[in-house]
T-cell receptor, first 110, second 115 residues
Framework: GNSVTQMEGPVTLSEEAFLTINCTYT??????LFWYVQYPGEGLQLLLK?????DKGSNKGFEATYRKETTSFHLEKGSVQVSDSAVYFC?????????FGTGTLLAVQP | KAGVTQTPRYLIKTRGQQVTLSCSPI?????VSWYQQTPGQGLQFLFE???????NKGNFPGRFSGRQFSNSRSEMNVSTLELGDSALYLC??????????????FGPGTRLLVL
């Protein structure tokens, strides 16, 4: 089965609201963890990553902390903008590949 | 530095035909991976190549194949196309220093429609 589990979407928020998208993983060892974002009609863009326990990845106001004890890597942003509307994918490293969650659609309304 | 490029961006084929998609990795990246993205199955790993060798393969039928050239460019081929092969095919490249730690950088994808 899938070893990355993401919060189901869609998530609809008003501009400037706080965002959390939950992500948990199963793995042996300590793989790198990633958040990718996909805008309509485009490929995946790396948003942030963390490579070891307690690492915090951050970019463009988004943050996620590698929590070994809860096997989680939740994505947060303090104040979302309309331009953040996209699909967000959580992923973990595996042998010569990435394993992705199902993606969470975020819609931010003005 | 130029990103990952994929050609063509859009493709329409009919059932039974075959198709070849191309991917040029970021300069210096030696690993190229391919993924299929569909609304029903999400992002699924197809295969990964490093130094012209396939190192890992996902759970897809033999109609899906790929190769990598000495300049790290890669192609994937799908023979005897089926309607269910309609998808966005994404290519990603990485340095491949450590397979569990690598960041993969994605191209814009090739959208394939099979009629």
């Amino acid at each position: 089965g899938n070893s990355v589990t993401q919060m189901e979407g869609p998530v609809t928020l008003s501009e400037e609201a706080f965002l959390t998208i939950n992500c948990t993983y199963t793995a042996t060892g300590y793989p790198s963890l990633f958040w990718y974002v996909q805008y309509p009609g485009e490929g995946l863009q790396l948003l942030l990553k963390a490579t070891k326990a307690d690492d915090k990845g951050s970019n463009k106001g988004f943050e996620a902390t590698y929590r070994k004890e809860t096997t989680s890597f939740h994505l947060e942003k303090g104040s979302v903008q309309v331009s953040d509307s996209a699909v967000y994918f959580c992923a973990r490293g595996a042998t010569n590949k990435l394993i992705f969650g199902t993606g969470t659609l975020l819609a931010v309304q003005p | 530095k130029a990103g990952v490029t994929q050609t063509p961006r859009y493709l329409i084929k009919t059932r039974g035909q075959q198709v070849t998609l191309s991917c040029s990795p970021i300069s210096g990246h030696r690993s190229v991976s391919w993924y299929q993205q569909t609304p029903g199955q999400g992002l699924q790993f197809l295969f990964e190549y490093f130094s012209e060798t396939q190192r890992n393969k996902g759970n897809f039928p033999g109609r899906f194949s790929g190769r990598q050239f000495s300049n790290s460019r890669s192609e994937m081929n799908v023979s005897t196309l089926e309607l269910g092969d309609s998808a966005l095919y994404l290519c990603a490249s990485s340095l491949a220093v450590d397979s569990f730690m690598e960041t993969q950088y994605f191209g814009p994808g090739t959208r394939l429609l099979v009629l």
